[in-house]
């Protein structure tokens, strides 16, 4: 149960400019519109990159994970289940380094958990891993904006009560 009052579903629609549902999270951010309007894009652009989107939903559950963010995690670890059939997502990620996940996946969960876990530790080596695993410039850069998006989320949700 959040800790402040969620803005109600009819008055979504004045702040989104757009019809349909919108989620607790939304809602709860919501009750400050300016802020809620700048969050949008950045909400929409992370998930229209070329980070294919199971890949993009495996670190986003991995990161909210290491956050310890249940609601960020339960609602991607589904998704994830349902795009790469794994049972087990949260084990799966748990474990991925001894897991069958290709070296490319292990790669950006291996970066996304030390910039998760403490910034300071990622260093040039780090992203010369994910160039040798075949990723460019601008594929890093995504993957960095996914990792450090999704810990905001996360402070966002668990400062809220989510």
Request: proline share 4%; glycine share 4%.
């Amino acid at each position: 149960m959040p800790w402040i009052k969620p803005v109600k579903q009819q008055h979504m629609k004045e702040i989104k400019g757009e019809e349909g549902p919108s989620s607790l999270f939304d809602r709860l951010i919501a009750n400050e519109p300016d802020l809620y309007t700048a969050f949008r894009p950045l909400q929409k652009a992370v998930k229209e990159t070329n980070l294919p989107e199971d890949l993009r939903e495996a670190v986003i559950t991995f990161v909210s994970m290491k956050n310890g963010c249940r609601y960020c995690t339960e609602s991607h670890a589904a998704l994830l289940k349902e795009l790469t059939g794994v049972e087990h997502v949260e084990e799966w990620l748990k474990d991925f380094e001894a897991s069958s996940m290709s070296e490319q996946w292990k790669a950006v969960l291996e970066y996304a958990g030390r910039l998760t876990a403490k910034p300071v530790q990622v260093d040039k080596e780090s992203v010369d891993r994910l160039k040798e695993a075949g990723f460019d410039a601008r594929e890093i850069a995504v993957i960095n904006h996914t990792v450090a998006y999704t810990s905001y989320t996360n402070q966002l949700s668990m400062g809220l009560g989510l």
